[in-house]
């Protein structure tokens, strides 16, 4: 890489291939270098050239052309190897100062792939430089704040005379913050209607004075920055956990006026354009933040205002929410905080309650709700998938999850839809639960539905497999009384016309 970097390496032009792969091949070395070289290989020879390459490609020109758009995806960009291997010397301790500007500088980068390179790699040295971290999250969550009429164009790769004064006004007020080691405060979220006299009075009329706000929030790219938040050295520190918890009020309730203007009442009171992808994505979000928060800071920051609103606006935010928080707080890690249990109880007490699952509507349930539903019983559904469950068996959490386990079987196991977790369920991880308890709440679905044919043409057939298969693995647990039952839920589904429990009555009287 030395023989192929030159002075003018990354002044390259877009339509050659050889010149930009060479630019990127030699700024992906410098990066790795720079992140995996060992103590005793970095010699000052090698941190010098590591620098000025990562210099030299993160200030080298951008053509503008008629493909590469801000949001283009950089599989191989030189700015994006420069915006990691800053992040590896900072992490090494080298050249503190430069690098840190570097970083600042590359912050308010036209290209968004840059951007979010800068905070994907901060994970290298986060632990150890939170201060830079959080004057670098600022700066970024104050980029996503501007005038109606000063949006980005996100078409074009260069700035223009007035982005670049406001870019380059927020750069030096970040650097200076950072030279006089104060600590600067987060912006406050504009919300998308406020009170006003713009507009006609027509509009005003029907909107109960309500005009939309002429400073506006750009959730598209906010989205994508909080994926890659790290929260933890944000959260140790008592002032800015107060600022990111006022933050995040703020962004939920951003959300909210997005999907139910504060002069409507419900989603069905406004047929306004919901930033569905903000939606989805945030509220992900939201379940990761739940995690990292006391269960009493997620109640009143984040739940308790979603379980406020409409049915329809609450269940257009829990699905992402509650699947995130499952998955991350119960499906991978080793341990389980008991704090997260009972915040978990909290959501499914919630489920339970919902008018969505209390309304007499038949077997109807609404999608989001069906996907929340899922969940008690550490279900999914991947997209384009069959649902899958989260667990396997030899589980070792099961037992604390009994209540909410048991509820989830006895009362959405009625539904037709629902139904189909109760099998995965059982299956999967929940095979320890038989034949104890769970073949008990299984028989209480079966007899609940018995006379509902609809029903059983839907799921006789995987109720037949799974008692199967109950046979086959435990059959030498399974006592008298098991048997029993066991022939009492093959009689019912003969009665129902489900084929396959004829068989499995042949099936039990040979095991026993």
């Known amino acids: ?14 339509d050659s291939f050889e010149e930009q792969h060479r630019a990127s091949a030699v700024a992906g070395t410098a ?67 430069q690098c840190q500007s570097a970083l600042l500088s590359l912050t308010t980068d036209a290209l968004r792939g840059v951007q979010l390179a800068v905070f994907a790699s901060a994970k290298l040295y986060v632990a150890a430089r939170p201060d830079f971290y959080w004057v ?124 139910v203007p504060p002069f409507a009442k419900s ?25 990292c928060l006391t269960p009493d800071e ?30 991350r707080a119960f499906l991978r890690p080793a341990e389980i905080a008991d704090e997260h249990v009972a915040l978990w109880s909290d959501m499914v007490a919630w489920l339970f309650t919902s008018p969505e699952w209390a309304s007499d509507r038949g077997d109807y349930l609404d999608h989001e709700f069906t996907q929340c539903a899922f969940t008690t019983l550490f279900c999914f559904v991947p997209d384009f998938s069959p649902i899958v469950c989260g667990i396997d068996p030899g589980w070792p959490h099961l037992g604390k999850f009994l209540p909410i386990i048991e509820r989830a079987i006895c009362e959405f196991g009625l539904n037709v839809t629902l139904y189909h977790a109760v099998i995965a369920f059982l299956k999967r991880g929940g095979i320890d639960l038989l034949p104890e308890p769970a073949l008990a709440w299984l028989f209480s679905v079966v007899a609940a539905k018995k006379g509902d044919r609809d029903f059983w043409e839907a799921n006789g057939e995987q109720t037949v ?29 003969i009665d129902e016309g489900v084929r396959g429990a004829g068989f499995l009555q042949q099936e039990l009287l040979r095991t026993a």
């Open 267 to 291: 989603k069905r009171d406004y047929r306004g354009q919901t930033p569905y992808e903000w939606v989805f994505e945030f509220s992900a979000w939201c379940g990761r933040l739940c995690i």
């Open 298 to 327: 997620a109640k009143s920051v984040i739940l308790s205002r979603i379980w406020s609103q409409d049915t329809d606006s609450a269940l257009q935010i829990m699905p992402s929410l509650i699947r995130i928080f499952m998955i």
């Open 136 to 259: 670098m999250f600022v700066l970024m969550m104050e980029q996503c704040i501007v005038p109606r009429d000063e949006i980005p164009n996100f078409h074009s790769v260069v700035w223009d005379q007035a982005e670049a004064d406001r870019k380059l006004a927020l750069l030096n007020q970040a650097e200076s913050v950072l030279g006089s080691n104060s600590a600067p405060i987060l912006p406050s979220i504009p919300m998308p209607w406020i009170k006003g006299v713009t507009g006609s009075r027509r509009t005003r009329s029907n909107t109960k004075g309500y005009v939309r706000n002429h400073t506006i929030f750009l959730w598209d790219f906010a989205g994508k920055l909080l994926t890659d938040l790290c929260l933890e050295p944000i959260l140790a520190h008592a002032e800015r956990r107060a600022q990111f918890l006022k933050l995040a009020s703020e962004l939920l309730e951003l959300t909210i006026q997005e999907m």
């Open 31 to 97: 990066y790795v270098a720079a992140k995996n070289c060992p103590a005793e290989a970095w010699t000052d020879e090698l941190a010098s050239w590591c620098l000025d390459v990562l210099e030299r490609a993160a200030t080298g020109p951008e053509e503008a052309d008629d493909l590469t758009v801000r949001s283009t995806m950089l599989l191989m960009h030189p700015a994006v190897f420069a915006a990691h291997g800053y992040s590896a010397l900072l992490a090494r301790g080298y050249e503190v100062d």
């Open 465 to 493: 497999e799974l008692l199967k298969l109950l046979i086959s693995q435990k059959g030498d647990l399974l006592t008298s009384e098991h048997h029993r039952v066991i022939a009492s839920i093959a009689d019912i589904l």
């Open 1 to 14: 890489m030395h023989k192929w970097d030159r002075p003018e390496l990354f002044d390259v032009r877009k």
